[in-house]
């Protein structure tokens, strides 16, 4: 069967560390993955878009890879701050005729202590 | 606008009652979603609108109907629900559906509906 797993629960690391979450996936084929955040009682927020054809994405303090022969992506936040504490979901997009359908991982919850 | 919103923020019903869970935005997005999720849980789908027209049911009881009576606008109808449908109900957009694009999904605040 399809799954989605990230790596832990959850993640605590101190301010100015570089917090890494893992995303490995078995019996999808994703054309993409996608990071978003999510902040406890609200929806999840965009981050970043990975194509299966990119190796690596960079936002402002955020790196994404995808290995599509390992099924893994690595999200990265460097210089970690107390506000990125939030819970950091994956989602895959599957090709094919599943159009729109986006499969989130459970999400780790991240804490960056001071 | 780059806003999804979402009505009400909290509802609490009794299993006889009908209500609706109101979503919209104003993005020209033309994919609209709804998604339930539990507590330490992800977001599950549960319907697409691409276009105003149904694309994706993903097999979810018939006491939740959804509407989408125009591009910017997607409610979900419930009716007789049950205490374990209790969840946070997300709305969704993105700017069309496409095996191959991105389609970043913006996501509303959620509506936490408690069924007693």
């Known amino acids: 069967s399809q799954k989605i797993e990230q790596n832990s629960e959850a993640l605590n690391i101190q301010e100015g560390k570089t917090a890494t979450l893992t995303c490995n996936y078995t019996?999808?084929?994703?054309?993409?993955l996608q990071w978003y955040r999510q902040d406890p009682g609200r929806g999840p927020v965009f981050l970043l878009l990975?194509?299966?054809?990119?190796k690596e994405k960079r936002k402002e303090r955020l790196k994404v890879t995808f290995d599509t022969t390992l099924k893994q992506s690595l999200f990265h936040i460097t210089a970690s701050q107390p506000a990125d504490s939030a819970t950091y979901l994956c989602?895959?997009?599957?090709?094919?005729?599943?159009?729109?359908?986006?499969?989130f991982g459970r999400g780790t919850q991240l804490t960056v202590w001071p | 606008d780059t806003e999804v919103t979402q009505t009400p923020k909290h509802l609490v019903m009794g299993m006889t009652n009908k209500k609706s869970l109101k979503c919209e935005q104003h993005?020209?997005?033309?994919?609209m979603y709804w998604y339930k999720q539990k507590a330490k849980k992800p977001p599950e789908l549960m319907f697409v609108?691409?276009?105003?027209?149904?694309?994706i049911n993903e097999s979810v009881p018939s006491r939740f109907s959804p509407e989408c009576p125009n591009s910017s606008l997607l409610n979900l109808h419930l009716h007789a629900l049950q205490p374990e449908d209790s969840a946070l109900y997300l709305c969704?957009?993105?700017?069309?559906?496409?095996?191959?694009?991105?389609?970043?999904?913006?996501f509303g605040p959620g509506t936490r509906l408690t069924v007693l």
């Open positions: 969704a957009s993105s700017q069309g559906i496409s095996g191959a694009g991105s389609n970043e999904q913006f």
């Open positions: 989602a895959l997009g599957p090709r094919g005729s599943t159009l729109g359908r986006l499969y």
């Open positions: 609108y691409s276009y105003e027209k149904l694309s």
């Open positions: 993005m020209g997005h033309r994919a």
């Open positions: 990975i194509r299966e054809n990119e």
């Open positions: 019996n999808y084929s994703p054309a993409y």
